[in-house]
């Protein structure tokens, strides 16, 4: 029962934070900040202990694929967090907090699967684990601030200024969506090159779908922070490509797992 009721005290927290920003989004006065971030902050708080016991167990460290879109979900929702502290962020408050409720609601739902790792024993791939987790997290907090870049760009060109009190400005959104592509790009290319050296099948059957699918991932994310630091590129062509690489990372994450322990074996 103790395991049930963290993570459904921390999806009802996060549903109110993002219920908070929702309804007075348009407001004048903008939305009850206060109120949203102590909800948030209390769901951050559960959910961390939650997953802590779901993570760390007496085996070992269960890295199934709920706990790490769990996981995953946790570091990105803190993050959002603490950035929206200093930077107007209302636009992407409501679907971060939304979709970590939604993890939550999922582990209450759904049956916990096990795949243990020892990497309290093994350095090397705790570091890789965390780069890789680290550069997961940056890539999708640059892919959410191109989805604001183009949104207040679109609102600019439209005049249609009634939200610019909560937002950022477009240039000073626009240098964090690109400073944050360059240092997810680079530790992806760390992962991908830790994962080379120091994993003997790392082209194996088990491991191509995720390293072929990370790579094509880096090479987009690679190329458009080529082309905006040499060529310029922003707006739909800065959009199209870190969408399409966020969801060839995302597949290349969370895909080959979702067919092994959810279709092929009928759960988590």
Not at 101 to 125: K, R, S
Request: with cysteine; hydrophobic share 55%.
């Amino acid at each position: 029962m103790h395991s049930l009721l963290l993570p459904l005290f921390a999806m009802l927290a996060y549903a109110l934070a993002a219920g908070t920003i929702l309804s007075r989004l348009f407001h004048p006065a903008g939305p009850a900040l206060k109120l949203t971030f102590s909800a948030a902050c209390l769901g951050l708080a559960l959910h961390a202990i939650s997953l802590s016991a779901a993570l760390f167990t007496s085996d070992g460290q269960n890295f199934s694929l709920l706990n790490v879109s769990s996981l995953v979900s946790w570091l990105i929702t803190m993050a959002v967090t603490l950035t929206a502290l200093r930077s107007p962020l209302v636009l992407l408050l409501p679907v971060v907090y939304g979709c970590a409720a939604l993890v939550q609601l999922a582990v209450l739902l759904l049956p916990q699967g096990t795949q243990l790792l020892q990497i309290d024993q093994n350095p090397l791939l705790l570091l890789h684990i965390l780069v890789a987790f680290i550069a997961y997290v940056i890539l999708i907090l640059a892919t959410l601030y191109s989805v604001q870049v183009s949104y207040i760009s679109y609102k600019l060109k439209h005049k249609a200024l009634s939200m610019t009190s909560q937002l950022p400005p477009l240039m000073q959104a626009e240098v964090l969506q690109f400073r944050l592509l360059l240092i997810g790009t680079v530790l992806l290319g760390i992962t991908l090159l830790s994962g080379a050296l120091f994993t003997s099948d790392w082209l194996g059957k088990q491991n191509l779908h995720k390293n072929v699918l990370s790579l094509l991932a880096f090479v987009l994310f690679a190329l458009l922070s080529w082309g905006h630091a040499r060529l310029g590129w922003r707006g739909k062509t800065a959009i199209s490509l870190t969408l399409v690489a966020s969801l060839l990372l995302t597949l290349a994450y969370f895909g080959s797992r979702f067919v092994r322990e959810v279709l092929l074996s009928g759960g988590f």
